[in-house]
């Protein structure tokens, strides 16, 4: 059994103008969910009647609400309408979520914050890049309303929302952009000084500034953090591993490709990690000479790479509503 | 001819202490990380301001501080010039500065070699 849950605009007012309820699905202004059946009841279209009056009966506490506190009351008034059929059944989620809250109520509903793991989540509403998605849905509310659920493919909306990004494309873009960033300021000190030390040689008193500069193991911290800004861990933070899961990306080779320049556990390629280490070792100048002889040195070789690479999974990530091949 | 003095405006201080290594062979390099540190630290005796767009590492893309110490310094010191430099890829911001009157847009990372014969060409 497949269940797929559309939850309207998360903080319309009840039969207001921004009532996707009433306007879009048709639904009456003091309902609380519509609800259409596909296959002789093996699949479910359910639509859950948001605005903000169900979150708190004052407009603006029910804006103040957390993201916990959402989710509670959206799976309190789920498992009342549809909890005999939750557990058995697969179910996927699109949900036009409150402003400035869109990534955290996504990720809290995909891991289980509704109280069941979802098949996908899917953001909807005036973002960019969900236009395909907002389309499909006015589409069905039109057709339910002409011809009822007899007039719709459920296996094909199931594997059109399957298929469709969890998030805006352009926001993904955005949020590797800033990543990206992130990643490269780490590493561009380091860049600028191997090039400085390459060009007058290695010269003793700059190198002795540069140690200075990154001894107590400074640019090992630095790959460290970039590790953290790359994959998921303990830490709530934006990832680039986030941004590949979220656009369905996970055995992208462009993917691939950055986790083998920058391992998770393992250490980077070419001797880097060891000439990052050794730029804080005051006896190590020779070692790093010979390691780094000119420009097209291992280091300048990974980071120009990882920068690459980085600048690829941008570009790969999906276009407006189309899910990454 | 007396040496050379560059201000250089970015937000990461490891940054700019790096670059300030790198060019300390062949000019005097002050640091600003900020409109307000870049007002205090410019004067008559800076003979080139090197400025990154964007001077709030949280907002790449979005943030163009460095765009306002431009346009401060074009209006205090016209005759200082000014190049500027951004990790993003801003060809709208590129143009926007250019227009203002910065003399180049380097794209980061920079090669140092290339920024050492800048400043010397710039500097003359």
């Known amino acids: 059994m497949r269940i797929i849950i559309v939850i309207t605009r998360m903080m319309a007012s009840r039969g207001g103008g921004d009532d996707e309820f009433v306007k879009l699905w048709g639904g009456k202004p003091d309902g609380d969910y519509a609800i259409w059946s596909f296959n002789d009841g093996q699949d479910i279209l359910y639509v859950y009647h948001g605005c903000w009056q169900r979150f708190d009966n004052d407009w603006q506490r029910a804006e103040q609400k957390t993201v916990k506190e959402l989710c509670e009351q959206l799976s309190r008034d789920i498992q009342q309408d549809l909890g005999q059929y939750i557990g058995q059944s697969e179910v996927g989620v699109l949900v036009h979520p409150p402003m400035g809250i869109e990534q955290e109520l996504i990720q809290s509903i995909s891991k289980g914050g509704l109280g069941f793991k979802p098949s996908f989540v899917i953001a909807t509403g005036g973002h960019a890049g969900v236009e395909e998605v907002n389309q499909k849905l006015s589409d069905i509310s039109s057709v339910l309303r002409n011809q009822g659920p007899l007039g719709l493919n459920f296996g094909e909306l199931w594997n059109f929302f399957c298929k469709a990004p969890s998030t805006p494309a352009e926001d993904l873009k955005r949020r590797l952009s800033i990543l990206k960033h992130r990643i490269a300021h780490l590493f561009l000190p380091i860049y600028i000084d191997l090039q400085g030390l390459i060009e007058t040689g290695f010269r003793e008193d700059y190198w002795d500034e540069v140690v200075d500069a990154y001894k107590d193991g400074k640019a090992k911290q630095a790959l460290e953090e970039a590790r953290k800004l790359v994959y998921e861990g303990e830490e709530k933070r934006d990832t680039v591993e986030k941004i590949v899961k979220e656009a369905r990306m996970e055995s992208h080779p462009v993917w691939n490709q950055v986790q083998s320049l920058l391992p998770k556990n393992r250490g980077l390629p070419n001797d880097v990690e060891q000439i990052l280490q050794d730029l804080g070792c005051q006896n190590k100048r020779e070692v790093v000479k010979q390691k780094c002889r000119d420009r097209n040195n291992p280091f300048h070789q990974w980071f120009t790479e990882l920068d690459k690479a980085l600048d690829n999974l941008r570009e790969a990530l999906p276009k407006k509503g189309n899910a990454a091949t | ?103 180049k847009f380097l794209k980061k990372p920079i090669d140092i070699a290339e920024l050492k014969s800048l400043v010397k060409e710039l500097v003359k």
């Open chain 2, 1 to 103: 001819m007396p040496r050379p003095r560059i201000l250089i405006v970015d937000d990461i201080m490891e940054y700019l202490h790096a670059l300030q290594r790198a060019l300390m062979d062949i000019c005097d390099v002050d640091i600003a990380q900020s409109l307000e540190e870049a007002k205090n630290a410019l004067s008559e005796n800076t003979s080139l301001l090197l400025v990154d767009i964007c001077l709030d590492e949280s907002k790449p893309g979005i943030d163009r501080g460095g765009v306002e110490v431009l346009k401060w310094a074009k209006a205090h010191y016209p005759k200082i010039p000014v190049v500027m430099m951004s990790a993003y890829r801003d060809f709208e911001a590129a143009v926007e500065c250019l227009n203002l009157g910065a003399t």
